[in-house]
């Protein structure tokens, strides 16, 4: 059993949806990270959540600790927020991350 | 946070030959990390970068197989030696920005053929 577990491993929705992306962890965390890749490959840092809720634009990410579970959202889905959405648990101690498999998320126009 | 430069973006080498991945950072970082993505898979840890030592290798890579420099506080090179098409990856550099906060390279994507 993998340590970072993301739910789903795929997901189309229509424009205007709106998208949650799951993550579970086993670790021992720092932080809890989420990362949004491009086709390219570059990696864009979304949120650092040690507990609560964080927000960006149309981007939430929510934690808790406790049920060591983390949640990405997305309101008013846009073709332009297709990419892979990574959850990375930062593991407690030794600095460094443990990833998730990934979430690609295509959003039809 | 940290702004890194990557290059090259992509290449396409010979197998058997070798290619050096460069990454320089707008700041001066004391930890550097070097990520593999195999195709359909998430990212690896291949080693940690600090100033003055040694790479710290995780289990499953070599030093012989990628050479680490880490010559100042914002500038680390990873070389994939001797390459075969198994090593066809996506290869990220990153550092630590802030208080856990990661930033990463723009990725180099290897095709080796």
């Known amino acids: 059993k993998n340590e970072v577990e993301q739910s789903p491993q795929n997901l189309t929705a229509q424009e205007g949806e709106f998208i949650t992306i799951n993550c579970s962890y086993s670790v021992g965390i720092s932080a809890l990270h989420w990362l949004q890749q491009h086709p390219g490959g570059g990696i864009v840092s979304l949120f650092m959540l040690s507990s609560g809720k964080k927000k960006h634009g149309r981007l939430i990410a929510t934690i808790n600790i406790q049920e060591k579970h983390s949640s990405l959202h997305i309101t008013a889905s846009h073709p332009r927020d297709s990419a892979v959405y990574i959850c990375a648990a930062g593991d407690l101690g030794a600095q460094k991350l443990v990833f998730g498999q990934g979430t690609r998320l295509t959003i039809n126009p | 946070s940290a702004v890194i430069s990557q290059k090259p973006s992509r290449d396409i080498c010979q197998r058997g030959t070798s290619l050096t991945i460069q990454c320089q950072v707008d700041s001066q970082v004391t930890m550097m990390f070097w990520y593999r993505q195999q195709p359909g898979q998430s990212l690896t840890l291949i080693a940690t970068a600090n100033q003055g030592s040694e790479a710290t290798y995780e289990s499953g890579f070599v030093i012989d197989k990628f050479p680490i420099s880490r010559p100042n506080l914002t500038f680390s090179t990873l070389t994939v030696s001797n390459m075969s098409p198994e090593d066809s990856s996506i290869y990220l550099c990153?550092?630590?920005?802030?208080?856990?906060?990661?930033?990463f390279g723009s990725g180099t994507r290897l095709t080796v053929v």
């Open positions: 990153s550092v630590t920005t802030g208080v856990y906060g990661y930033t």
